[in-house]
């Protein structure tokens, strides 16, 4: 398939892991940034590849494994409610909430509707003019123009009946979060580049040179993996602490304008609550005050639900990159995708799922 | 009620509706046999009007099973639940290595459903039956208020004939075989989620929903030593080759670089996040042969147009827990694993 198989040759990517090998003196840590990267990393075994030094640590990258518990919950009790459809990408609908997901509301009665897009919940909404349409809005900078273009466009064409859940999360924040850690690991970072792909990655650059520590803008295929952790480390054994681009094919210096213009139109940087991390400031986006109305927190009256996380689940310290899944004491036997505690094991992309889906090499049976 | 209006039934003016009364056993009903069910299905163990179907054992072994359909949306690119629903029992049949000879076809009918998608189903089960060698003998109607039901729900059962001594099983599956697949993955689940209209995916992705019979009356005719034949329907090839490795306890290999997987299939498998080996498929089946008679029976599977991209995509490696592991083109390897439910579109 043209565009894929070319960043998947098994020839080439042993001649990066062999240029990996000889650029590297000594250990180092880097995080990969965003989940779609982990699990690269996990289904075509690249860590595998690497010499024993370099360690990559998987990053909290993942939409749905930051999606605090509390807003879960919220999302449940709106979609509860009679007359309400509740519109997700697909992926949260398996995230437990403190009582059941979003799966089993719909058993339970409910009208939640997968879609691709965005747009696709106003469709919904005005072709149910009766009804209230929500839809939830998640993930990180890459979904976010699309939730605001629904959102101009529910107000554009006058469509009262739709509102947003937002749960939009910016990547730059939670990179310093990690960095400012005391017990931060992380040497080097792969940056996410469908994330940059929108944003830019100019509000990496002090970053870099804050915390002296190199990023590399990063692709999703084998070889754009490869090639970042050979880049990454490359500046590590010279010292250098940059902002490079590898995925050059996709992102811009200054990202996709119009895209970060719609953003900035629709929503404003918020402080937002981290599944497993807690409160980050700035780290998020809301409705800016002229779209309050589409605000579905306010309408449905849900901003009063207040959970905490449990204490078993340690998906915050895995999104940190502090533990890996396999040193969970719950992995696999309380927690296991059919089971989950937290988010982590539920999306395609979540880190515990990951290593669950591609690593289960224990015996069945055995715990 | 005569003669004549069996062989030349009143087309009934478009727009008409299915009614509770269709399925109530009275006049309705007897109308709707004679017009839509009998002359489609025209038989003469039909015919006969019993309440079952009487007639002599095809063999000596017979295989027996029963599958229920409830396809949405009911037409498809590729198929619809009626030829679905003769394809999907006679490949269960076919998979016991017995030759498909009788079906009966139980519907579930919605009120209000236009009598003309029924026609339409019917006539595609019909279709698909003539395609595979069998005759629909027994049947049943009901009707359910409107609003219970997604226009018509398909429940079928089979009977077929084994005239072999091979005990085709997941049981008689042995460290060393070689593990066949009939062709590329994921066509049936990739087409059924683009025409579901709610996600609004475009493809050009047709089900590969087929009658498997033929080929495996050409696998078994090629003498190799059949161990177990299994169609790759819900869960796709992963559940498929979990569940015989966890049955017999022996671990497995397979080898993705052989697995077959059309472009618009990744394509679409690439932009949802989605694995073609947990896809649907309607016309694919793995086998498991003696190693000794895995070119022998790839051949045989290559000669049918149904099986002609057969391949050959791993091996039942050696006593264990029944893992299975996939080899990847880059070099590693990683467990295989069912998925915990649906696969669901991901996010970005």
């Known amino acids: 398939m043209k565009y894929i198989d070319e960043y998947r040759d098994p020839a080439a990517a042993r001649g990066l892991a062999r240029a990996i090998e000889k650029v590297v003196t000594r250990p180092w840590k880097l995080m990969e940034v965003c989940g779609g990267q982990t699990n690269t990393i996990v289904r075509f075994g690249l860590d595998g590849m690497l010499p024993a030094g370099v360690t990559l640590l998987h990053g909290p990258g993942c939409p749905v494994c930051v999606t605090p518990l509390e807003l879960i919950d919220r999302a449940l009790a709106i979609a509860a409610l009679p007359g309400v459809i509740f519109v997700s990408f697909g992926d949260m609908l398996r995230v437990p909430g403190t009582r059941g997901d979003l799966l089993g509301a719909r058993a339970a009665g409910a009208d939640v509707r997968i879609v691709l897009s965005p747009l696709d919940a106003v469709r919904i909404a005005q072709e149910n003019p009766s009804r209230q349409t929500v839809f939830f809005g998640v993930g990180f900078e890459t979904t976010a123009p699309a939730t605001a273009l629904a959102v101009a466009t529910a107000e554009r064409d006058g469509v009262s009946n739709f509102s947003l859940l937002v749960s939009h999360v910016l990547v730059p924040p939670a990179i310093e979060a990690i960095m400012g850690s005391p017990t931060n690991q992380v040497q080097g970072f792969l940056a996410a580049g469908h994330v940059c792909t929108v944003m830019g990655f100019t509000e990496y650059e002090p970053i870099a040179a804050r915390y002296n520590v190199p990023i590399v803008v990063t692709g999703f295929e084998p070889l754009d993996i490869l090639q970042g952790v050979l880049l990454c480390v490359t500046q590590l054994e010279e010292g250098r602490a940059v902002v490079e681009n590898q995925y050059s094919r996709s992102v811009r210096r200054d990202g996709n304008l119009p895209a970060r213009t719609l953003v900035e139109d629709v929503f404003e940087v918020i402080p937002r609550k981290w599944r497993g991390i807690g409160e980050i400031p700035a780290s998020g986006l809301g409705l800016r005050p002229r779209f309050a109305r589409f605000d579905a927190e306010s309408r449905f009256d849900v901003a009063s639900i207040r959970t905490e996380e449990p204490p078993e689940c340690i998906s915050g310290l895995v999104l940190q990159g502090l533990r890996t899944p396999l040193e969970c004491p719950a992995f696999g036997t309380r927690c296991t995708p059919e089971r989950p505690l937290g988010a982590t094991m539920v999306s395609a992309e979540g880190a515990c799922a990951a290593y669950y889906r591609h690593r289960r090499t224990a015996p069945a049976g055995a715990p | ?348």
């Open chain 2, 1 to 348: 009620m005569t003669e004549t209006s069996i062989s030349c039934p009143l087309p009934a003016p478009p727009g008409d509706l299915v009614q509770m009364a269709h399925g109530g056993g009275g006049r309705l009903m007897n109308t709707l046999l004679r017009t839509v069910f009998l002359p489609a299905f025209d038989n003469p163990l039909l015919a006969a009007a019993h309440d079952g179907a009487a007639f002599p054992s095809p063999a000596r072994r017979l295989a027996f099973t029963t599958d229920s359909y409830v396809v949405r949306p009911l037409f498809f690119p590729g198929g619809d639940i009626g030829s679905l629903a003769v394809h999907g029992t006679v490949n269960d049949l076919a998979m016991c290595g017995a030759t498909p000879t009788s079906l009966s076809a139980g519907f579930i009918l919605e009120e209000g459903l236009p009598l003309e998608t029924l026609r339409r189903v019917v006539r595609s089960m019909a279709a698909a039956a003539a395609r595979a060698g069998v005759a629909i003998v027994t049947g049943d109607t009901k009707v359910v208020e409107r609003g219970k039901g997604d226009g018509v729900y398909i429940c079928t059962a089979g009977i077929g004939a084994i005239d072999h001594e091979l005990a085709i099983r997941p049981g008689s599956v042995r460290a060393g075989d070689a593990i066949l697949l009939s062709g590329d993955l994921g066509r049936h689940g990739v087409a059924i989620l683009a025409a579901r209209s709610e996600l609004a995916m475009e493809s050009e992705v047709e089900s590969d929903s087929a009658p498997l019979a033929e080929p495996v009356r050409a696998l078994l005719a090629s003498g190799a030593e059949v161990h177990c034949l299994r169609d790759l329907t819900r869960g796709g090839l992963a559940a498929a080759a979990i569940e015989i490795a966890e049955f017999c306890r022996i671990d497995a290999r397979l080898d993705e670089g052989a697995i077959p997987v059309s472009d618009p299939v990744r394509s679409a498998c690439e932009l949802l996040g989605f694995d073609p080996l947990h896809l649907a498929n309607e016309g694919r089946f793995a086998a498991w042969v003696a190693e000794k008679d895995a070119d022998r029976a790839l051949a045989a599977l290559r000669s049918c147009p149904a099986t002609a991209g057969a391949s050959r995509i791993g091996t039942m490696t050696r006593a264990g827990h029944g893992t299975v592991t996939l080899r990847i083109p880059m070099g590693a390897e990683r467990a295989l694993d069912m998925l915990a439910g649906e696969q669901l579109p991901r996010i970005c």
